[in-house]
């Protein structure tokens, strides 16, 4: 018999983010889940995580700061909140579903394999546990529309909940720079192309030292149809299902086939 859908109403739920227990995405996130679900965690980093990937503290100890009933600040990654919460901080019943974000800022393409926001979902959907990490794209001096993500987290967790509840799920979520009145919709998509590293800015520290300092610019390729890039670009709100085993089916075969 299939596993019971996740009832959303009796769920318990961990959250957590890269850009730091204060960050506004979380506030966002927390507002929003704690109308839909049961019972509410956070356990989010002390300080901005962001680009700290799937790092796990291993050569120093780790000290929780207690905030208040059910939340957390860890000195540490996104990472370490993730195995706290669920090995020590939450007792002994796992959380029903690890929410991470909302991001200030795309996690589109390659940004998930930089990104700490998405390595927290992963935490979690590696510990067993259905996990979505959510960003809300921005435009630089601009103000954020975190009301896109707040009027779309319900709506992407409704229909996330109809699936076969499945250990190791994990979802990555954008939401477009736009108002929630100009959203399109829901699409599902795979990864696009948004590679950052190559725009490296130059320049000499005060004591004649030069340095490089990785920039914003990514190579990027908006017009790929069934991309999370092209569907956020034309004003959707994207999720894309990621796997956890990084194999590559493709290539496994053609190397089986070459040995032979
Ligand atoms: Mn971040």
Redesign the pocket.
Known sequence: MPPEPLVLAQARVLLSN??GIDANGLTVLETVVRRLVKEVWVVAPETEQ?AASHSLTMRRPLFVRRLGRRRFAVDGTPTDCVLLAVHRLLGNRLPDLVLSGV???ANLGEDVSYS??VAAAKEGALLGIPSVAFSQLYTDGEPVHWATAAAWIGPVLERLARLPRRPGLLMNVNFPDRPPSSVTGIEITRQGRHKIGGDLVDGTDPRGRPYYWIGRGRDEDRSRTGTDLEAVHRGAVSISPLSLDQTDEAMLEALRQAGS
């Open positions: 890269d850009d962001s991001n200030q800022g700490g926001t």
